[in-house]
Every structure is written in structure tokens, then in C-alpha cells.
């Protein structure tokens, strides 16, 4: 898994695999809680024992929080979309309760204004939450995170409820869905 995330060169990754392993220390039994500590721990020997790596995603880290380079840029762009497309949608009532419809990012696009970069129409959209908010509005919004979260809540209900040796894939299944969201 840890030579997977590397070589996708990708930092969203990272952030689920952190959040997953996150949830399953805090709710795990210590069984399990050994065994994310014993992979975190062959993690932190290969970064020791090939400092390329390190470097290489300390390079990652710092590219991402320099607004200069093409990772700090596309950092920089999630949150211009979002206000863009909020405001978009807050502009017209209809359009908010709607939005544009399916597969319409693509064809319409948005124009955005991000220091630093030219102000051009943009027709990628790098979050399936904005994109579902633009192209369904608030209310496809709204219904896309009620079916989504509806799985999480079922996990976490099974997995308060049941006993502690049948509760472990409810903690997986929740742990999963929270890092894909």
C-alpha cells in the first residue's frame, strides 16, 4: 500500500489513507491498533533506509504549499472553485436548487480567477462534491450526501451495536467510506 500511494505521486491518497488509519486507531481494539503501528512503523524503517523517498515526499509537501509551482497551484485552485462555484449557484435561485445539469461542467466550463494564472474557462472540475453542486444544485447536493452517508451510518450503528469480535469489518466498511468521501 505505502509503494502504491508513493508512486501515484498524488496527495489525495495520502490524506485517505491517513484518515482510514486515523479511525482505526482510535476505534480499534489493540489488536488491530499493533498491527497499524507495526505498518506505520516498516513505513517510517523504509523512509529511513531509502532517503530518496523521504525526500521525495517532503518535496511533494513543500511544492504543494508554494503557490508558484504547478502543486501549489492546483492547492490553491480547490478552494477558488468552490467559492466560484457557490457563487455561481447563489446567483440565480433556480440555478441553486438545480444547478446546470448533468455532464454540463464539461460543456459550459467556469471561469475562474486564481492569482498568478491567466483568468481563463476551466472545464475540469478536481471534486465530485463541487461538480455534483454545480451540475444538480443544493438539492442534488443534499440528496448525493443523504445516499452517501446513509452506508456510513449503518456501519457505524453495527459497529456501536455489535459485540467486539464481530464489529471489525462494520469499523473497516465506515473507516473506508469516510476516507472515499
Given amino acids: 500500500m505505502f509503494w502504491a500511494l508513493y508512486k501515484t505521486g498524488s496527495r489525495g ?12 486507531a482510535v ?14 512503523a516498516l513505513a517510517g524503517l523504509l523512509l ?3 532517503p530518496g523517498i523521504l525526500e521525495t515526499l517532503v ?5 504543494t504549499m ?5 502543486m501549489g497551484s492546483s492547492f490553491e485552485y480547490r478552494p477558488v472553485l468552490f467559492h466560484t462555484v457557490t457563487k455561481t449557484l447563489n446567483s440565480d435561485i433556480m440555478r441553486g436548487f438545480l444547478g446546470f445539469g448533468l455532464e454540463s461542467f464539461r460543456d459550459k466550463g ?3 480567477e486564481m492569482p498568478g494564472i491567466e483568468t481563463h474557462r476551466w472545464y475540469t472540475c478536481d471534486s465530485t462534491w463541487i ?3 454545480y451540475e444538480s444544485g443544493y438539492v442534488g447536493l443534499i440528496i448525493l450526501g443523504s445516499l452517501l452517508l446513509r452506508p456510513a451510518a449503518m456501519a457505524y ?7 467486539k469480535p464481530d464489529r471489525h469489518f462494520s469499523l473497516i466498511v465506515l473507516s473506508s467510506l469516510v476516507s472515499f468521501y
Avoid at 491518497?13 to 482505526?24: K, M, N, Q, S, Y
Avoid at 508554494?66 to 504547478?70: A, E, K, P, R
Avoid at 450503528?157 to 459485540?163: E, H, K, P
Fill in 13 to 24: 491518497p495520502w490524506i485517505a489513507t491517513a484518515t482510514a488509519i486515523g479511525i482505526l
Fill in 27 to 40: 476505534a480499534a481494539e489493540p489488536r488491530i491498533r499493533k498491527r497499524i503501528f507495526a505498518g506505520v
Fill in 48 to 50: 529511513v533506509c531509502r
Fill in 59 to 63: 518535496n511533494m509537501y513543500l511544492a
Fill in 66 to 70: 508554494d503557490t508558484n509551482s504547478m
Fill in 110 to 112: 467556469l471561469i475562474l
Fill in 131 to 133: 461538480l455534483f453542486a
Fill in 157 to 163: 450503528r453495527s459497529f456501536r451495536r455489535l459485540s
